[in-house]
């Protein structure tokens, strides 16, 4: 039961903090804004509206697409999350928490905006990156990774 109530807070905190995030950016006049300058790297905020998948693959701007990816990514959430409920290994309820709370709250963007708001820019002194993503994609990889590299349990 605790690990249920784990995920489903991790959800929950997941969801509402890309959306917290993307409200407050949305209101302020931040855009184009050096956030951390290393020398030979920068965090920048440069906004974006993706209506494609990951890098802007798959763009058609179309209501039915935007639909159309949403609903691939609540089916996808809908599973990570059964097999969250479902798993009994220590870090599922986490690493489920984080990859559906961000796949939910890009999915719930994409229903309610027509497309993902994107705004960090990680670019480099010899490569000007084009693209940016959000705290939910944020929330995806860390929990792919968790995923992929989860501690091994020992009995």
């Not at 690493?95 to 939910?104: E, K, R, S």
Request: aromatic residues 14%; contains cysteine; neutral net charge.
């Amino acid at each position: 039961m605790a690990r249920t109530t784990s995920l489903f807070g991790l959800l929950l905190f997941s969801i509402l903090s890309a959306f917290a995030v993307r409200g407050l950016l949305t209101l302020s006049d931040m855009d184009g804004q050096t956030l951390v300058n290393l020398g030979i790297m920068s965090l920048n905020l440069e906004y974006t509206v993706n209506v494609g998948i990951n890098f802007g693959m798959a763009g058609e701007a179309t209501n039915t697409r935007q639909l159309q990816l949403a609903g691939l990514a609540l089916v996808v959430c809908f599973a990570i999350i059964v097999w969250g409920v479902r798993s009994d290994a220590r870090w599922s309820s986490i690493i489920a928490g984080l990859f559906a709370g961000g796949g939910l709250a890009n999915a719930l963007e994409r229903i309610l905006y027509g497309g993902v708001f994107d705004y960090l820019n990680v670019s480099f002194i010899f490569y000007n990156n084009p693209f940016s993503f959000n705290i939910a994609d944020i929330y995806i990889f860390v929990g792919l990774v968790l995923f992929v590299f989860k501690p091994s349990e020992k009995n």
